[in-house]
Protein backbone atom coordinates (compact mmCIF):
# COMPACT_ATOMS: atom_id res chain seq x y z
CA UNK A 1 0.00 0.00 0.00
CA UNK A 2 2.90 2.42 0.88
CA UNK A 3 4.17 1.94 -2.43
CA UNK A 4 0.69 3.02 -4.21
CA UNK A 5 1.10 6.05 -1.77
CA UNK A 6 4.55 6.81 -2.97
CA UNK A 7 3.48 6.60 -6.86
CA UNK A 8 0.54 8.56 -6.35
CA UNK A 9 2.73 11.38 -4.65
CA UNK A 10 5.35 10.72 -7.35
CA UNK A 11 2.81 10.93 -10.29
CA UNK A 12 1.41 14.00 -8.85
CA UNK A 13 4.78 16.07 -8.76
CA UNK A 14 5.04 15.02 -12.52
CA UNK A 15 1.83 16.62 -12.99
CA UNK A 16 2.30 19.82 -11.53
CA UNK A 17 5.97 19.88 -12.76
CA UNK A 18 4.36 19.84 -16.19
CA UNK A 19 1.93 22.13 -16.00
CA UNK A 20 4.49 24.71 -14.18
CA UNK A 21 7.02 24.27 -17.68
CA UNK A 22 3.82 24.71 -19.83
CA UNK A 23 2.78 27.94 -18.13
CA UNK A 24 6.41 29.14 -18.28
CA UNK A 25 6.37 28.35 -21.78
CA UNK A 26 3.38 29.83 -22.64
CA UNK A 27 4.27 33.39 -20.73
CA UNK A 28 7.28 33.25 -22.83
CA UNK A 29 5.21 33.29 -26.36
CA UNK A 30 2.26 35.44 -25.00
CA UNK A 31 5.09 38.36 -23.51
CA UNK A 32 7.03 37.86 -26.64
CA UNK A 33 5.23 36.58 -29.83
CA UNK A 34 7.73 37.68 -32.50
CA UNK A 35 10.69 35.30 -30.76
CA UNK A 36 10.09 32.69 -33.04
CA UNK A 37 10.10 34.76 -36.32
CA UNK A 38 12.73 36.59 -34.92
CA UNK A 39 15.02 33.80 -34.53
CA UNK A 40 13.70 32.34 -38.15
CA UNK A 41 15.19 35.75 -39.71
CA UNK A 42 18.46 35.62 -37.88
CA UNK A 43 19.01 32.60 -39.82
CA UNK A 44 18.49 33.99 -43.16
CA UNK A 45 19.74 37.28 -42.39
CA UNK A 46 22.76 38.74 -44.01
CA UNK A 47 26.05 37.94 -42.27
CA UNK A 48 27.65 40.81 -40.03
CA UNK A 49 29.74 43.11 -42.05
CA UNK A 50 28.11 42.52 -45.55
CA UNK A 51 26.07 45.08 -47.12
CA UNK A 52 23.19 44.44 -48.81
CA UNK A 53 21.36 46.37 -51.78
CA UNK A 54 17.94 46.82 -52.31
CA UNK A 55 16.02 47.99 -55.22
CA UNK A 56 13.12 49.73 -55.58
CA UNK A 57 13.03 50.38 -59.06
CA UNK A 58 11.31 53.96 -58.35
CA UNK A 59 10.79 56.27 -62.01
CA UNK A 60 12.80 59.21 -61.71
CA UNK A 61 12.04 62.28 -59.70
CA UNK A 62 10.88 59.89 -56.88
CA UNK A 63 11.74 61.28 -53.26
CA UNK A 64 12.23 59.06 -50.36
CA UNK A 65 11.02 60.19 -47.11
CA UNK A 66 12.14 59.67 -43.64
CA UNK A 67 12.31 56.41 -42.40
CA UNK A 68 10.40 55.32 -39.27
CA UNK A 69 11.22 52.26 -37.29
CA UNK A 70 7.49 50.52 -36.55
CA UNK A 71 8.09 47.44 -34.12
CA UNK A 72 10.88 45.56 -36.03
CA UNK A 73 10.18 46.87 -39.51
CA UNK A 74 11.14 50.31 -41.30
CA UNK A 75 8.38 52.27 -43.32
CA UNK A 76 9.27 54.84 -45.38
CA UNK A 77 6.88 57.19 -47.76
CA UNK A 78 7.45 57.56 -51.63
CA UNK A 79 6.62 60.53 -53.24
CA UNK A 80 6.69 60.06 -57.01
CA UNK A 81 5.27 63.16 -59.37
CA UNK A 82 2.11 62.43 -60.93
CA UNK A 83 1.40 59.15 -59.10
CA UNK A 84 -0.15 58.17 -55.76
CA UNK A 85 2.50 58.18 -52.85
CA UNK A 86 3.42 54.58 -51.59
CA UNK A 87 4.45 53.74 -48.34
CA UNK A 88 6.99 50.60 -48.16
CA UNK A 89 7.28 48.67 -45.36
CA UNK A 90 10.86 46.47 -44.87
CA UNK A 91 12.51 44.71 -42.73
CA UNK A 92 15.73 45.82 -42.14
CA UNK A 93 17.48 42.48 -41.31
CA UNK A 94 16.73 40.62 -44.28
CA UNK A 95 16.25 43.92 -46.89
CA UNK A 96 12.93 42.79 -48.35
CA UNK A 97 10.06 44.58 -48.74
CA UNK A 98 6.88 43.13 -47.06
CA UNK A 99 4.55 45.61 -48.02
CA UNK A 100 3.51 48.50 -50.30
CA UNK A 101 0.92 50.37 -49.51
CA UNK A 102 -0.19 52.60 -51.92
CA UNK A 103 -2.41 55.83 -51.64
CA UNK A 104 -5.30 56.10 -54.26
CA UNK A 105 -8.90 55.31 -54.59
CA UNK A 106 -9.91 51.61 -53.84
CA UNK A 107 -9.81 49.16 -56.18
CA UNK A 108 -13.71 47.70 -57.21
Known sequence: M??????????GV????????????LYKRISDPERRAAAETER???PAG?????TL???AGARLGDPVAVGNRVV??????DAPDR?????PRTGAIAVTV????AAP
Open 14 to 25: MIIAGFAILGVE
Open 50 to 54: RAEEV
Open 76 to 81: FRVTIP
Open 44 to 46: SAA
Open 2 to 11: QFLKALVVIM
Open 102 to 105: TAGA
Open 57 to 59: GLP
Open 87 to 91: LYVMD
